[in-house]
């Protein structure tokens, strides 16, 4: 005879222990683990109790990888991501295909058999090499930068996953097309760029056969006018002028718009200064930003001067300059001119 029980509790007998013991804290937390954009669900960046930092895992070769990303920040995490699972491909595929792989045969007179790789794997040896070149002082940290952000902008959440020859005429024409809708002309030019650069890997490591025919871009350029000596005259005067005036703007706009500290309100006198520097030097404010003492020399002789010690240790550096001044040479006769001009007149 079968008894019914009447179930009064849902719970298992160990329960208020099981659950009054706390969560181990290098458990992710679910509220937490994101996937990567355009990459397999297997890898994912999450936080957990032990840590500030976003912590990477993936599944790669049959077990787990786990390593901390040193930020804070979702989107730099995401891109440690994804150059940790690159890295991961090409260590695994280096381990279980040896060097002589691509010259080793099915059969007597068939063809190599090309080693499988994604895109994503291609783009890290490819990255690896720019590195590598960077470390040799070929390659500037700034071009290597954006080289790695372009790439984790919209070449790799969109074919990170798929293979060499997958990337055809057709993709990379709707991937031009895709760019085009909100890039300039250059902007669009320099991403095929990056692509075929890690086309031209793909076949010299053998993972494709030649290289795909790229759309055609027109590349307009807008070139930026020069002042004129009058115009230079009046920038520096206005320069002047404006020494420690305030900003016509409240400080409540200034905080909004213009990130600007009440401290900062004011026109600093060193503008002036500044400005009739670039006019003679001929550099430009992102070079007057890294210039230091180390970079000017004082030359004595009949007339004594300041000279930027870089242009004088490179030759190449000089025939540029002597250039730019030769196509100047008229603006310093026109501004000696009005100077003269200005001196006789009292002013």
């Known amino acids: 005879m079968l008894t019914r029980f009447t179930v009064t509790n849902l719970g298992a007998a160990n329960d208020a222990m099981v659950r009054s013991k706390q969560r181990e804290r290098t458990v992710p937390l679910p509220e937490t683990v ?9 890898l994912s960046v999450f936080k957990m109790a032990a840590s500030k930092f976003w912590q990477v895992r993936c599944w790669v070769a049959g077990r787990t990888h786990r390593r901390s990303t040193q930020t804070q920040s979702l989107r ?20 279980t295909c040896p060097a002589h792989f691509s010259a080793s ?6 063809k190599p058999i090309k080693p499988h790789q994604t895109f994503g794997a291609l783009v ?6 720019e590195q ?3 470390d040799r002082g070929e ?3 700034g071009s290597l930068q954006v080289l790695r952000n372009r790439l984790d ?24 097309q895709f760019l085009s809708t909100s890039m300039s002309t250059i902007t669009v030019s320099q991403y095929l760029v990056i692509v075929r650069k890690v086309l031209i890997h793909a076949v010299a490591v053998g993972a494709l056969d030649k290289l795909p025919e790229f759309p055609k871009i027109k590349i307009t350029t807008n070139s930026r006018g020069a002042f004129t000596p009058s115009e230079y005259w009046k920038i520096a005067r206005t320069a002047r002028k404006l020494r420690n005036v305030l900003h016509p703007e409240c400080r409540s706009v200034l905080r909004s718009t213009y990130k600007l500290r009440h401290a900062e309100q004011r026109m600093p006198p060193d503008v002036a200064w500044a400005i009739v520097f ?25 007339n004594t001067y300041l000279r930027l010690a870089d242009i004088a240790g490179n030759e190449e550096a000089w025939q540029a300059y002597r250039h730019i001044a030769a196509c100047c040479s008229h603006l310093r006769t026109d501004l000696q001119a009005t100077t003269a001009t200005r001196t006789r007149k009292g002013r």
């Open 139 to 141: 390659f500037s940290i």
């Open 76 to 95: 730099t995490a995401q891109s440690y991501a994804r150059q940790f699972y690159e890295l991961l491909l090409v260590q695994h595929h280096s381990s």
């Open 278 to 302: 670039m006019i003679n030097s001929f550099i430009r404010p992102g070079d007057l930003k890294t210039l230091k003492h180390r970079h000017v020399e004082i030359v004595r002789g009949q």
């Open 105 to 110: 045969l099915t059969e007597a007179g068939s």
């Open 153 to 176: 902008a919209h070449i790799l959440p969109r074919w990170a996953k798929k293979s060499a020859p997958d990337i055809d005429y057709q993709a990379l024409l709707d991937f031009t």
């Open 34 to 42: 994101t996937s990567v954009p355009g990459y397999p669900n297997k």
């Open 124 to 129: 890290a040896q490819m990255f690896a090499n």
């Open 132 to 134: 590598a070149r960077h």
